[in-house]
């Protein structure tokens, strides 16, 4: 149990603080350069532990799905997150993303009409995109730009969800293998992007960021990401998403000096309280049948 709980707080620690460090890079570095950077040195780290363990021949089968997932869950919500965060605060760019396990509770419904969705879960669904909405609405500064930035971030997370299901629905391979070639394949998508946009100047602290961005909080999650769902399951792993905004919010408060609004703890607490209750941890009892008495 320890080991468990010790694994899933230093994800979540690690994770957490993806924000703050794009948020630091942003500052030198367009979106599109960014994200091409952290996924090339995320696929170093992943292909050089796949050589490690003796395990090349199984990236072959993975470079399909590999593109699909490295341009859909990676590309493209990473640049949309790294863009969002040129308007917004790390901590509200966190907070927005928790709310990938309710597109993924949405979109089950879409892929699978036939499962029907009532009572709690129904009520977890309405108020985690209730908190959605809250955090949208907040920009302690910025106006319209603000707004628009939180909602690149949500979109982001749709992005999250439709490639969550489809490596649970679609997929026979996974772990460092598909990870490795999603990467890869996803820096290759941002190259052309990243070329465009080859910045004059980069300061050491934009430039230390995206090289602990990419190394840390993305390929070594990864493999930590990796060990919790193959020794806890992915029933446990999915607290992740419980912790990981409450570090950036942590993050981006101490380390940042972002301030901390009514509007992100709100839709921070609505957005949870929705994950709980949509996931199914929460189920109403069930009525005990009436008996008619003689």
Same mark, same amino acid.
């Given at each position: 149990?320890?080991?468990?709980?010790?694994?899933?707080?230093?994800?979540?620690?690690?994770?957490?603080?993806?924000?703050?460090?794009?948020?630091?890079?942003?500052?030198?570095?367009?979106?599109?350069?960014?994200?091409?950077?952290?996924?090339?040195?995320?696929? %170093?780290?992943?292909?050089?532990?796949?050589?490690?363990?003796?395990?090349?021949?199984?990236?072959?089968?993975?470079?399909?799905?590999?593109?699909?997932?490295?341009?859909?869950?990676?590309?493209?919500?990473?640049?949309?997150?790294?863009?969002?965060?040129?308007?917004?605060?790390?901590?509200?760019?966190?907070?927005?993303?928790?709310?990938?396990?309710?597109?993924?509770?949405?979109?089950?419904?879409?892929?699978?009409?036939?499962?029907?969705?009532?009572?709690?879960?129904?009520?977890?669904?309405?108020?985690?995109?209730?908190?959605?909405?809250?955090?949208?609405?907040?920009?302690?500064?910025?106006?319209?730009?603000?707004?628009?930035?939180?909602?690149?971030?949500?979109?982001?997370?749709?992005?999250?969800?439709?490639?969550?299901?489809?490596?649970?629905?679609?997929?026979?391979?996974?772990?460092?293998?598909?990870?490795?070639?999603?990467?890869?394949?996803?820096?290759?998508?941002?190259?052309?992007?990243?070329?465009?946009?080859?910045?004059?100047?980069?300061?050491?602290?934009?430039?230390?960021?995206?090289?602990?961005?990419?190394?840390?909080? %993305?390929?070594?999650?990864? @493999?930590?990401?990796?060990?919790?769902?193959?020794?806890?399951?992915?029933?446990?792993?999915?607290?992740?998403?419980?912790?990981?905004?409450?570090?950036?919010?942590?993050?981006?408060?101490?380390?940042?000096?972002?301030?901390?609004?009514?509007?992100?703890?709100?839709?921070?607490? @609505?957005?949870?309280?929705?994950?709980?209750?949509?996931?199914?941890?929460?189920?109403?009892?069930?009525?005990?049948?009436?008996?008619?008495?003689?």
């Amino acid at each position: 149990m320890r080991g468990y709980v010790t694994l899933l707080l230093a994800l979540s620690a690690i994770w957490g603080s993806s924000y703050m460090f794009i948020k630091v890079g942003v500052r030198d570095l367009a979106p599109a350069t960014l994200v091409d950077l952290r996924l090339t040195l995320a696929a %170093t780290v992943l292909l050089a532990f796949v050589a490690v363990r003796g395990r090349f021949r199984g990236l072959r089968p993975a470079v399909r799905p590999g593109a699909v997932v490295g341009t859909v869950g990676m590309a493209v919500p990473f640049a949309l997150i790294s863009w969002g965060e040129t308007h917004i605060d790390s901590g509200i760019a966190g907070v927005a993303n928790a709310s990938v396990p309710i597109f993924v509770a949405l979109l089950a419904l879409w892929f699978a009409p036939s499962e029907r969705v009532r009572g709690m879960r129904l009520a977890g669904l309405a108020v985690g995109l209730s908190g959605v909405a809250v955090v949208s609405g907040v920009h302690p500064s910025g106006g319209g730009w603000a707004v628009v930035g939180t909602l690149a971030v949500v979109l982001a997370s749709l992005c999250y969800a439709v490639s969550a299901l489809y490596v649970q629905r679609r997929l026979s391979v996974g772990g460092p293998e598909l990870a490795a070639t999603s990467t890869l394949c996803g820096a290759v998508v941002m190259l052309p992007f990243a070329l465009a946009q080859i910045p004059d100047h980069v300061g050491w602290k934009p430039l230390s960021s995206v090289v602990v961005l990419g190394v840390v909080a %993305t390929g070594v999650a990864t @493999l930590l990401a990796n060990r919790l769902i193959g020794a806890h399951g992915p029933a446990r792993a999915m607290l992740v998403n419980y912790l990981l905004p409450a570090f950036a919010l942590l993050y981006g408060v101490s380390i940042l000096g972002e301030p901390l609004t009514f509007g992100e703890v709100l839709g921070f607490a @609505l957005i949870l309280v929705g994950v709980t209750l949509a996931s199914g941890a929460v189920r109403l009892p069930r009525r005990a049948p009436l008996t008619q008495t003689p």
